[in-house]
């Protein structure tokens, strides 16, 4: 099972808005709403920011938001804070077992 | 305090045999699915296998398909992972993480991380 695309790397000014996407296949990413997204800062474990592509956890800044389109899943983060810097991940459930998650490869997220 | 400890981690050589526990508390844990994901150094997160709340439904990423087994103790709150046939590409941080579903079906949304038991395969 291939892992889901991301970009390596984006980045933006403190206030400004930006939008990660996750591209994957009919078989994950298009064919399931079980999109989620993680933010993974240095030596720490990750966290769940957006569950079922558009769900925002309790306690999540709604700041955070999710959407997909297709094959495309994207999260994008508003009013940019230098504590977003860190590496952001999704996952998706895909069809090639009866439980089966795949994650993409991570975007370093950098606060300029 | 809801809380996941992974322990049982450790240096062994390639081919050999390790399990790692997770043990549970603040939480129901036999109403939920739980998970391993594993981090290899300076890489990306990497699902390695699932277990819904019942054992009924088990998943396992090809890459440790007959090698490595899930299973739990609902009655002792503990995850385990048995791996075995240990090679140098299972080297990681190993994660326990809970899906934040309760019952039916997992989705995959895991919403309660331990800190990681580090597997360093190496002879």
């Known amino acids: 099972q291939s892992a889901l695309t991301q970009p390596a790397s984006v980045s933006g000014s403190p206030g400004q808005s930006i939008t990660i996407s996750c591209t994957g296949t009919s078989s994950d990413v298009g064919g399931y709403n079980y999109v989620s997204w993680y933010q993974q800062h240095p030596g720490k474990a990750p966290k769940l920011m957006i569950y079922?592509?558009?769900n925002r956890p309790s306690g999540v800044s709604n700041r955070f938001s999710g959407s997909k389109s297709g094959n495309t899943a994207s999260l994008t983060i508003s009013g940019l804070q230098a504590e977003d810097e860190a590496d952001y991940y999704c996952?998706?459930?895909?069809?090639?077992?009866?439980?089966?998650?795949?994650f993409g490869g991570g975007t370093k997220l950098t606060v300029l | 305090e809801v809380q996941l400890v992974e322990s049982g981690g450790g240096l062994v050589q390639p081919g050999r045999s390790l399990r790692l526990s997770c043990a549970a508390s603040g939480f129901t844990f036999d109403d939920y699915a739980m998970h391993w994901v594993r981090q290899a150094p300076g890489k990306g997160l990497e699902w390695v296998s699932g277990?819904?709340?019942?054992?009924?439904?088990?998943g396992y990423a090809d890459s440790v398909k007959g090698r490595f087994t899930i299973s739990r103790d609902n009655a002792k709150n503990s995850l385990y992972l048995q791996m075995n046939s240990l090679r140098a590409e299972d080297t990681a941080l190993y994660y326990c993480a809970k899906d934040q579903t309760v019952a039916g079906t997992p989705t995959g949304a895991f919403d309660i991380w331990g800190q990681g038991t580090m597997v360093t395969v190496s002879s």
């Open positions: 277990i819904s709340w019942n054992s009924g439904s088990i």
């Open positions: 079922e592509v558009s």
């Open positions: 996952s998706s459930y895909t069809s090639s077992s009866t439980l089966y998650w795949v």
